[in-house]
């Protein structure tokens, strides 16, 4: 089981930045999909970007052109970076790693990001 610990929430204005990281207790060069989830108070817990093994990633659209996953293997981190935040971005933020075969995942304990207007 992969331990995941995020830091780098805060309190941000609207318009600002955030960078989070996610550190992983093994080597991530071989886990299938790494993402970043969040999740508003009253609402479900959605996917915000994901970047699989190869290097390919994936955006909600709400964040398209305005966060930035990528992934350093040899610091066996995931990072979010997020600018120009609104807002809705306001959530605790996940990372997840998913093992596709055999298929697992492991969460991180959460990060809280709050945006004021």
């Known amino acids: 089981q992969v331990q995941l610990v995020e830091s780098g929430g805060g309190l941000v204005q609207a318009g600002g930045s955030l960078r989070l990281s996610c550190v992983a207790s093994t080597s991530i060069f071989r886990i299938n999909v790494m993402g970043w989830y969040r999740q508003a108070p009253g609402k479900q817990r959605e996917l915000v970007a994901s970047v699989t093994s190869g290097g390919t990633t994936n955006y909600a659209d709400s964040v398209k052109g305005r966060f930035i996953i990528s992934k350093d293997n040899a610091k066996n981190t995931v990072y979010l970076q997020m600018d120009s935040l609104k807002s809705e971005d306001t959530a605790v933020y996940y990372c997840?790693?998913?093992?596709?075969?055999?298929?697992?995942?492991?969460w991180g304990q959460g990060t809280q990001v709050t945006v004021s207007s």
């Open positions: 997840a790693a998913h093992i596709l075969f055999p298929q697992r995942s492991s």
